[in-house]
């Protein structure tokens, strides 16, 4: 099966998509591993210390609550701001990424994406090294992935890979 020099999909995630990408780019690096779990270990030193009172129980509680509420919210910032710009399309070319949306348009050579991974059913290309643009692997075949990442990595991406 041949491949064209040019890739396109367009793509508008669901809040659930939205999520598990979220989670997919958070996971992607260790110190957010280690914030996310900052958190839950004060809520279980808290719970681990001699109780003095309610007090200790709520703090507990809000610090085992904290990052999926934080999560969830980010993800529904994200899934409303996604709405409002239209479906985004995604081309992938041997020269680089762009991106288009209702309100803006991104183009960006290969040389200057850092990072190119899959993860959690999602093709994730990194316009900076904390932030990704989220593909469903769903909208790609084998051939198509193939040559996205073959691409990046002739096109001087720093890390490709899962």
Request: hydrophobic residues 45%; glycine residues 8%.
């Amino acid at each position: 099966m041949e491949v064209s020099t040019m890739i396109e999909s367009t793509v508008s995630l669901s809040y659930a998509e939205r999520l598990k990408a979220e989670l997919a780019v958070a996971f992607g690096r260790i110190a957010n591993v280690l914030w996310l779990c900052f958190f839950p270990i004060c809520g279980i030193v808290i719970l681990t210390l001699p109780p003095t009172g309610w007090l200790d129980k709520l703090i507990a509680a809000v610090s085992f609550g904290f990052v999926p509420a934080a999560f969830l919210l980010t993800a529904r910032r994200g899934h409303r701001a996604a709405e409002q710009s239209g479906p985004f399309v995604y081309r992938f070319s041997p020269e680089g990424f762009e991106l288009k949306t209702r309100t803006a348009e991104l183009k960006q050579s290969w040389s200057g994406i850092p990072r190119v991974r899959t993860a959690l059913g999602f093709l994730l290309v990194y316009g900076n090294k904390k932030c990704a643009y989220p593909l469903p692997l769903r909208q790609l075949s084998t051939d198509q992935l193939d040559s996205i990442t073959a691409w990046a990595r002739h096109g001087g991406v720093e890390r490709v890979g899962a």
